[in-house]
């Protein structure tokens, strides 16, 4: 059973541009989070999406967006991105509203951003 | 306002003896509490979790128990074995009011010693 696919695995992009992220979740799953990993403020929550409608925003500026596709696939864009964007990019997936109780949320490998 | 809160950074064990992580959380809505084991430049695995309504659950040599009274939750790994090296972090979930998002304590990086 393949797990949570995160792509690209690694990512520059200078100052100004914008970024796409993309996450495969887990067969069946459908529903995928986003969550921001940097050394100073640990795992932050991003947003998350149950059957394409978005059901919860972290406390992100508005440059960070996503969206989820009928297939449960999701994307995270970032736009105008600024040295402080550069951190590691999870996506979660969890089989429905109230998460795998056994297997917790299933977390892909990350991308790995940095803005330069 | 950190929810959840892991106090130790880091933690050393001998090989073969019990590795005792804890944390501490704030906000009583919480319903659900997962613990996940990290590597660098890799997502968090995870480990176990435990419902709000119970106090322990099992999970081979991971045990973990909730204290709601302290609001505070302790993972047990016995015995403690050097592949257990890494990062652990525990996260709540306030479903009612806040969906699937999880809270995330800072994390305690545990070496296990041969």
């Known amino acids: 059973k393949a797990g949570v696919t995160q792509t690209p695995r690694y990512l520059i992009k200078t100052r100004g541009q914008q970024v796409t992220l993309s996450c495969s979740p887990i067969?069946?799953?459908?529903?995928v989070s986003w969550y921001q990993q940097t050394p100073g403020q640990g795992l932050q929550f991003l947003f998350e999406?149950?059957?394409?409608?978005?059901?919860n925003k972290g406390n992100f500026p508005g440059r960070f967006s996503g969206r989820q596709f009928s297939n449960s696939r999701s994307e995270m864009n970032v736009s105008t991105l600024e040295l402080g964007d550069s951190a590691l990019y999870l996506c979660?997936?969890?089989?429905?509203?109230?998460?795998?109780?056994?297997?917790?949320?299933?977390f892909g490998s990350g991308t790995r951003l940095t803005v330069v | 306002d950190q929810q959840v809160k892991q106090n130790s950074p880091s933690l050393s064990v001998q090989e073969g003896r019990i590795s005792i992580l804890n944390c501490d959380y704030t906000n009583s809505m919480f319903d659900y509490f997962l613990w996940y084991k990290k590597y660098p430049a890799e997502g968090p695995t995870f480990l176990i979790s435990i419902s709000s309504i119970k106090d322990k659950n099992e999970d081979g040599r991971f045990t973990v128990f909730l204290n709601k009274s302290a609001k505070h939750l302790s993972l047990h790994i016995v015995p403690s074995q050097p592949g257990d090296s890494a990062v652990y972090f525990c996260a709540a979930r306030d479903f009612y009011n806040q969906g699937g998002k999880l809270i995330f304590g800072q994390g305690t990086e545990l070496s296990v010693k041969p």
């Open positions: 999406y149950f059957s394409e409608t978005q059901r």
């Open positions: 067969s069946g799953h459908r529903s």
């Open positions: 979660a997936s969890s089989l429905d509203n109230f998460g795998q109780r056994r297997h917790g949320y299933t």
